[in-house]
């Protein structure tokens, strides 16, 4: 493409032309469908001088998303690496770009002929999440000539990510276990996960892991805060008690208490659309800001999970390609999903359900990077020798451009 189409070219225009060849119901759809239906009839081979068109197409679309995309690039466009790395339009909405890895993949793009960028480009079966990962590793490669300290930096990030979460959903595993023990033997009702900061606020925490001390400094500080602080934080514990039926705002149903403000306003002559608004109102009153923030959050993590699982494509392909892998991101969505489940509504079945899918995740995920940490520390090691030798030629070059210096300006050499 020279610099003159560049100019003239509109990105919008060339999407719009690679969504006719592969977008549903174009080109690509109708030459299936037109396979399919020959095959039923037996006369396949009849179609046979129209069976290149099929790659073409797909071919041509990718092609043509990934001009447009250099020139999203050139235009600082954030979508515009993913764009060129093969994701379609329909596949970003509502995801996160995080700006470090956008401007790395952005600039490689924009730079057009001076740098490769075919490292960009999706890898068979490559999720969003995954793609994002290998970014920041693969640059690290190309930049330093050292693709083992791309891997380096690779693996540094899945692990860390690894052990942010894998230890959390341990011990979610471990709290619902308890949670589930307590409220079959009587001892207490259910507790909503993501709620012990509010119970050590309250003085109302019987968890035996957490110190005494660290229990009696938490109590002293909700106890010098303003109530209306406390029950907008921690969760209003009166509407618990009358719409809930629970003592305490972490063991209230919010979907319970919603329904039953709203059936109130109902009876009193609101409209449908004033007792729901009403009844989400005292069930986000009920659960206090920390753990709306919690179910936001959750949702929020649920919804990115389910488009990465959906980008896998087929689950037995998927599971074929990555194995423990894939188990590790469908268990992750299904955990997200009912640990947000269970802090709206913590019953035996959504605490039960984040137990189970909580120890399917942290082992899955232990099982799929086993090679990783493995081989980590080894490559860590090389990646470090690599450095000091550049760091020593660095040293030696500076060394040798101070001796021809020196002789430059020494008159008597």
């Given at each position: 493409m020279s610099d003159s189409s560049k100019r003239m070219a509109n990105p919008l225009d060339l999407e719009h032309l690679a969504k006719l060849f592969d977008g549903r119901g174009n080109l690509g759809d109708k030459l299936d469908d037109a396979f399919t239906r020959a095959t039923r009839l037996g006369v396949r081979d009849r179609l046979a001088v129209l069976k290149p068109m099929q790659s073409w197409v797909g071919e041509t679309a990718v092609d043509l998303r990934r001009r447009a995309a250099i020139l999203r690039a050139e235009k600082g466009d954030p979508k515009a690496a993913a764009l060129y790395a093969g994701f379609k339009p329909e596949e970003l909405k509502g995801l996160t770009?995080?700006?470090?890895?956008?401007?790395?993949?952005?600039?490689?793009?924009?730079?057009?002929?001076?740098?490769d960028a075919a490292w960009l480009q999706r890898k068979p079966g490559e999720t969003y999440q995954d793609w994002l990962q290998r970014i920041p590793g693969d640059a690290v490669g190309k930049v330093s000539g050292n693709e083992k300290l791309g891997e380096v930096v690779g693996d540094y990030i899945e692990l860390t990510a690894l052990a942010t979460t894998v230890p959390g959903a341990f011990a979610h595993v471990v709290l619902g276990i308890q949670n589930l023990r307590k409220y079959f033997t009587g001892?207490?009702?259910?507790?909503?996960?993501?709620?012990?900061?509010?119970?050590?606020?309250?003085?109302?925490?019987?968890?035996?892991?957490i110190p005494a001390q660290v229990k009696r400094l938490a109590l002293r500080v909700g106890s010098r805060m303003p109530a209306p602080l406390l029950d907008a934080l921690t969760g209003k514990d009166s509407l618990a008690r009358v719409l809930g039926g629970r003592q305490w705002a972490w063991e209230a149903n919010l979907l319970r208490v919603g329904n039953q403000a709203a059936r109130l306003n109902r009876a009193a002559g609101a409209s449908r659309l004033g007792a729901f608004t009403s009844?989400?109102?005292?069930?986000?009153?009920?659960?206090?800001?920390?753990?709306?923030?919690?179910?936001?959050?959750?949702?929020?993590?649920?919804?990115?999970?389910?488009?990465?699982?959906?980008?896998?494509?087929n689950p037995v392909s998927a599971f074929k390609r990555e194995g423990a892998g894939y188990v590790a991101k469908v268990s992750g969505t299904a955990f997200n999903a009912s640990l947000t489940a269970?802090?709206?509504?913590?019953?035996?079945?959504?605490?039960?359900?984040?137990?189970?899918?909580?120890?399917?995740?942290?082992?899955?995920?232990?099982?799929?990077?086993?090679?990783?940490?493995?081989?980590?520390?080894?490559?860590v090691a090389d990646a470090g020798r690599w450095a000091g030798r550049k760091i020593g030629e660095g040293a030696g070059e500076l060394v040798d451009g101070a001796k021809k210096l020196g002789s430059a300006l020494n008159p008597f050499d």
């Amino acid at each position: 493409m020279s610099d003159s189409s560049k100019r003239m070219a509109n990105p919008l225009d060339l999407e719009h032309l690679a969504k006719l060849f592969d977008g549903r119901g174009n080109l690509g759809d109708k030459l299936d469908d037109a396979f399919t239906r020959a095959t039923r009839l037996g006369v396949r081979d009849r179609l046979a001088v129209l069976k290149p068109m099929q790659s073409w197409v797909g071919e041509t679309a990718v092609d043509l998303r990934r001009r447009a995309a250099i020139l999203r690039a050139e235009k600082g466009d954030p979508k515009a690496a993913a764009l060129y790395a093969g994701f379609k339009p329909e596949e970003l909405k509502g995801l996160t770009l995080p700006p470090d890895a956008m401007l790395i993949a952005n600039a490689s793009i924009a730079s057009g002929d001076k740098f490769d960028a075919a490292w960009l480009q999706r890898k068979p079966g490559e999720t969003y999440q995954d793609w994002l990962q290998r970014i920041p590793g693969d640059a690290v490669g190309k930049v330093s000539g050292n693709e083992k300290l791309g891997e380096v930096v690779g693996d540094y990030i899945e692990l860390t990510a690894l052990a942010t979460t894998v230890p959390g959903a341990f011990a979610h595993v471990v709290l619902g276990i308890q949670n589930l023990r307590k409220y079959f033997t009587g001892e207490a009702f259910l507790r909503a996960p993501g709620t012990t900061l509010a119970q050590l606020l309250k003085g109302q925490s019987n968890s035996r892991h957490i110190p005494a001390q660290v229990k009696r400094l938490a109590l002293r500080v909700g106890s010098r805060m303003p109530a209306p602080l406390l029950d907008a934080l921690t969760g209003k514990d009166s509407l618990a008690r009358v719409l809930g039926g629970r003592q305490w705002a972490w063991e209230a149903n919010l979907l319970r208490v919603g329904n039953q403000a709203a059936r109130l306003n109902r009876a009193a002559g609101a409209s449908r659309l004033g007792a729901f608004t009403s009844g989400a109102g005292t069930a986000m009153r009920t659960a206090g800001f920390w753990r709306t923030a919690g179910i936001a959050g959750g949702l929020v993590s649920t919804g990115v999970g389910v488009v990465d699982v959906v980008q896998e494509g087929n689950p037995v392909s998927a599971f074929k390609r990555e194995g423990a892998g894939y188990v590790a991101k469908v268990s992750g969505t299904a955990f997200n999903a009912s640990l947000t489940a269970a802090m709206i509504a913590p019953t035996p079945l959504t605490i039960g359900a984040t137990v189970v899918t909580g120890l399917v995740y942290g082992v899955s995920s232990i099982v799929a990077n086993r090679k990783k940490l493995k081989e980590f520390p080894g490559k860590v090691a090389d990646a470090g020798r690599w450095a000091g030798r550049k760091i020593g030629e660095g040293a030696g070059e500076l060394v040798d451009g101070a001796k021809k210096l020196g002789s430059a300006l020494n008159p008597f050499d």
